[in-house]
């Protein structure tokens, strides 16, 4: 018997590198192996050209200028720089940061890193779809308020937060606003000079590029934003961050990014139309709920809740064929449940039950048809063995009982 192809939708972990992503980066290896800082001869001229053209894709895709682009290690770097760097650089107005509870542990633990320094952190909670209450967030800023960072786009749910209200407040209270975009930069349009976002993080390898290149906005004008190197050494990238440029990786970032800003649009409609039969589909179940709000997110993300089933069992039950997760793939390790949907408000039942779907533009229509079928298949398997699903069925009120344990 023909083992079925591994089904991936999990795009929001890690997307695969487009083939005209790895046929551009190729020549950069070997042929074209030079360092981007020689500037005495024909191999550094070459990558230093191949450097700058790749800033200058990845600019048009922002719609910012080529000098406000800053290449980082990835997204991690990036918001490690752009919070530790702004609380180093703005310490004399003050030391309060604002950001929220379904943050990425990319920032929540840079931020706990901070309050050892001596920053003073707000941590919003979120409503229940997900979204910054915007008065929550304007009560918040006081004098001391240098910066505050919200993320485009969540990773587990997709929920895009209101960025042009958000930085309206920010530029209301002559505060600093920075944004970790890595799961929307490449998929939807993400203008943060038109929208008022100051600082941005970003990276390759969410948006069909490699992995271990990112990047960092950061804003030269109106205003003219700087950040402390957390990086020392020979002053690259405008003495924010030294290092060896990744010439190959910035290659296939620029080429990543270009294909992004001709694709995005037909990529983002195809992939909607299947991420919502998907949707459709599955919640026709019993028990089952979407996570976040449906109005205002991204168009390949779904995170479902299927009640009164283990997430991390319901995956033993198809993880032969389908990659999805339940979380984030940075934390998967730990079996606590989602501290973001946790944060919106869901009891740990339904955060534990909750199986994210990131589609992607490789995923094909008929891979998601297999996926139903699976994924239906296992919620139905693993209900008929739960004794808890079998009391709801007789109606008991779950919400009454009291477990206690032997």
């Known amino acids: 018997m023909e083992r079925r192809r591994l089904i991936y939708l999990d795009n929001n972990a ?21 360092n981007a800082a020689s500037r005495s001869h024909q191999f550094g001229w070459e990558a230093e050209d191949a450097v700058d053209y790749a800033r200058e894709q990845i600019a048009k895709l922002l719609n910012v200028e080529d000098k406000e682009i800053i290449f980082t290690s990835g997204a991690t770097e990036s918001n490690n720089l752009a919070l530790k760097g702004v609380f180093e650089m703005y310490a004399k107005k003050g030391n309060h940061i604002i950001t929220a509870e379904t943050e990425h542990k990319a920032i929540l633990d840079t931020c706990k890193h901070l309050e050892k ?17 915007l008065a929550e967030l304007e009560a918040a800023i006081k004098p001391s308020t240098i910066l505050v960072s919200l993320m485009w786009a969540n990773n ?36 943060p000079r038109e929208i008022g976002v100051h600082l941005m993080s970003f990276t390759a390898h969410k948006m069909y590029g490699p992995k271990g290149v990112g990047a960092l906005y950061v ?28 010439v190959p990786g910035i290659v296939g970032f620029g080429k990543a990014a270009e294909i992004a800003m001709h694709e995005m649009a037909q990529d983002a409609e195809r992939v909607s139309k299947l991420r919502d039969k998907l949707e459709h589909t599955l919640t026709q179940m019993e028990e089952t709920k979407v996570n976040g709000n449906i109005n205002s997110r991204m168009p390949h993300v779904s995170n479902i809740s299927f009640k009164h089933v283990e997430g991390e069992g319901l995956m033993m039950t198809f993880n032969q064929n389908i990659a999805v997760s339940s979380g984030s793939a940075c934390t998967s390790a730990s079996l606590e449940p989602s501290y973001v949907l946790v944060s919106m408000g869901l009891g740990d039942d339904l955060a534990h039950s909750s199986i994210r779907f990131s589609l992607g533009r490789f995923t094909t229509e008929e891979e998601v048809d297999q996926a139903i079928e699976l994924v239906r298949n296992g919620v139905n398997h693993m209900r008929e063995l739960s004794p808890i699903w079998e009391m709801y069925k007789e109606g008991v009120d779950l919400t009454k009982i009291e477990w206690t344990a032997h």
């Open 14 to 34: 890690t997307t695969p590198c487009d083939p005209r992503v790895v046929d551009t980066m190729v020549p950069y290896f070997y042929e074209k192996h030079g």
């Open 117 to 133: 320094a001596g920053a003073e952190i707000t941590y919003l909670k979120v409503q229940e779809d997900g979204l910054v209450n």
């Open 156 to 191: 587990e749910t997709g929920v895009i937060q209101p960025m042009r209200e958000i930085a309206q407040l920010c530029e209301k209270h002559g505060v600093l606003f920075h944004s970790d975009a890595t799961q929307a930069v490449g998929k939807i349009p993400t203008h």
């Open 219 to 246: 804003s030269r004008k109106n205003p003219r934003v700087k950040v402390t190197a957390q990086m020392d050494g020979g002053g690259h990238e405008r003495g924010m961050r030294s290092g060896t440029l990744n």
